[in-house]
């Protein structure tokens, strides 16, 4: 049996045959074609793109229909860059100047764009590549008549592959494939998010897969911790699969929970919110049990398109999330682009150290009109119900007071253009920065509320990247410093009586959470597929342990001390949702 690790991006455990697709590499011979028959090949190529864009609208209708409006958008995003010139008018040349075939020519442009992006040292740059070669699959299998990819039905298989584009990882679920291993790829690819949206069990990034497993191999992909297992022994099968069964036992009783409230034992309430990126996930935090949306990821209706949303289309996204929401609060931050989420080609000149570049809030001081944009859909969705403002990191008190200065003068504006505000929302900020973090009782005399980003908290305090997997292991959430910082935030938030509450990874862990209820937070917002096991927890336990748990925490003086003490508490308090595994 041999053990692969790669990175999981969307959750499951499954066990089940392989079928390896595509091993191969997809470059095309050079194929040189006499002078008299260069326009035939233009006429072909021309053809081709007209299939191709056929072929995406129908991609992104299917894809509409099993993921929703927003996270269609990919297709929508692909569409427009086979009309973009700077990328299809070389191809024509080429055919054109070195008198080659179409198909090469594709594979050649399409090839050096893939590389440029693969190569970029921004990992929102690389995703794109993903983008280009789906496309030039799709060119390319028009132009030689050829199937592209995943098809067939794959009901209960794992599917394996050098690298899966967005289209085929929508193809893969189509088919009944039971899970995904990618050798390629990072977790913010569109395909990881494709993946989340359809709960297709995946793991990407899984080094030389597709030759180390072959086609009729039995393995077990274990997609909550990354591991791939292949030919297992009888007795890891046979763990797995009372792991499977656990697994489903948990996840049937944790279905019933949806309809009952996120109460302690001893009579607490919790708000649990949902965290998302698009307003289609509002069924499933509602359908999981999610009282509201803690974190709106407004950079997401940017990411999935080529040019920048306007108003309206600002407006008609978050308008949506209001009315889906049905009187359930809503939290919407304003743009957090740059760094990990940057768009491509935007970008003048490519930062040397995005991080700490100029990100988020900084970035829409940069771009005022497209701040005040966005602040104006917003405010005009605020009308039709509960919807707070939120700014990402901010690190200074000046900061925060111009970016709420800016929230008035639009309040004007659209006062001005006869759409008043008379309600004007709650304006809040992310605490992810140690700045803020230490400050936050100044912040708390004048901001409505806190949410505390760990994410981002943990990677600034710690200095470590939070993208890089060569420091993922310092990458800590319990290390000592962030959980002081936490309990600073908290402390000040009820000095102040303000509203605080965590958005990060780490609440949706319900380990750290206890730990959260522990400190006094009483929100937790998390990705929707979380708040489930959130829930069970919350119920399975009293304020006064939580509060033991964390007064012990902050004790202890390192991070790996801190992570097995809050397992072992939680193994204790929620036996079931270790699904049988053993203790580390
Ligand atoms: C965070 O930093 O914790 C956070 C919630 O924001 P994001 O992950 O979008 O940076
Ligand atoms: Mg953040």
């Not at 605490?431 to 803020?436: G, I």
Request: charged share 25%.
């Amino acid at each position: 049996m041999a053990t692969l690790q790669g990175i999981a991006v969307s959750k499951g455990v499954v066990i089940g045959r392989a079928i390896v697709f595509d091993a191969g590499s997809r470059r095309m011979p050079r194929r040189t074609i006499p002078e008299s028959q260069i326009d035939e090949e233009l006429d072909r190529f021309e053809a081709a793109s007209k299939t191709a864009i056929e072929s995406l609208k129908q991609a992104h209708e299917r894809a509409r229909e099993d993921m929703g409006d927003e996270a269609a958008r990919v297709f929508l995003f692909h569409l427009g860059m086979l009309q973009d010139k700077e990328l299809v008018a070389p191809v024509r040349a080429m055919i054109r100047d070195e008198r080659v075939s179409a198909e090469y020519a594709v594979s050649e442009v399409f090839g050096q764009w893939e590389r440029r992006f693969a190569s970029s040292s921004d990992s929102m740059f690389q995703t794109k590549a993903d983008d280009v070669r789906d496309l030039a699959d799709r060119l390319v299998s028009t132009l030689v008549g050829a199937e592209s990819g995943i098809t067939g039905d794959l009901s209960g298989m794992v599917v394996i592959s050098r690298d899966l584009t967005p289209s085929q990882a929508v193809d893969a679920g189509r088919a009944g494939a039971a899970a995904v291993v990618t050798a390629l790829g990072g977790p913010t690819s569109h395909t990881a998010i494709v993946a989340k949206a359809l709960h297709l069990p995946t793991i990407v990034g899984c080094p030389g897969v597709t030759r180390k497993i072959q086609s009729g191999d039995r393995v077990i992909v274990d997609a909550d911790t990354g591991n791939v297992l292949v030919a297992p022994d009888k007795k890891t099968l046979s763990d797995y699969r009372r792991i499977i069964e656990l697994r489903e036992t948990y996840h049937l009783t944790l279905d019933e929970l949806a309809d009952l409230d996120a109460e302690t034992s001893c009579g607490v309430r919790i708000a649990l919110h949902g965290n998302i990126e698009f307003p289609d996930e509002i069924a499933d935090v509602t359908r999981l049990g999610g009282s509201g949306v803690g974190l709106y990821r407004t950079e997401f209706l940017y990411l999935t398109s080529r040019t920048e949303p306007t108003e309206e289309e600002q407006y008609t996204s978050y308008a949506r999330c209001v009315e889906l929401l049905d009187g359930a609060p809503l939290t919407i931050r304003t743009l957090d682009l740059g760094a990990d989420k940057h768009t491509q080609s935007r970008e003048e000149i490519p930062e040397r150290n995005p991080f700490l570049g100029c990100r988020s809030i900084r970035l829409s001081f940069h771009r005022i009109g497209s701040f005040k944009t966005q602040l104006r859909a917003i405010l005009r969705a605020s009308r039709l119900g509960p919807l707070r403002i939120m700014f990402p990191l901010i690190t200074s008190i000046e900061e925060f007071r111009r970016a709420r200065l800016i929230v008035h003068d639009v309040i004007e504006d659209l006062a001005d253009d006869g759409e008043p505000i008379d309600k004007p929302p709650l304006i809040g900020m992310m605490v992810e920065v140690p700045s803020a973090a230490l400050l936050s009782e100044q912040f708390a005399r004048e901001v409505d509320f806190f949410s505390i980003g760990t994410n981002d908290l943990v990677q600034y305090t710690l200095a470590v990247d939070r993208t890089n997997e060569r420091v993922a292991h310092l990458y800590q959430p319990t290390h000592p410093a962030v959980l002081q910082l936490i309990r600073q935030v908290i402390q000040a938030a009820q000095n102040h009586d303000i509203p605080v509450s965590c958005c990060g990874e780490s609440a949706g862990d319900p380990e750290f959470a206890l730990l959260l209820l522990g400190l006094g937070m009483r929100t937790l917002s998390a990705t929707p597929d979380s708040i489930p096991a959130l829930k069970r927890a919350v119920r399975s336990v009293d304020i006064r342990t939580c509060e033991r748990i964390a007064d012990k925490a902050l004790t202890l003086d390192s991070a790996p001390e801190i992570a097995t003490f809050l397992r072992d508490r939680a193994r204790k308090i929620v036996p079931e949702a270790f699904d049988g595994r053993s203790a580390e």
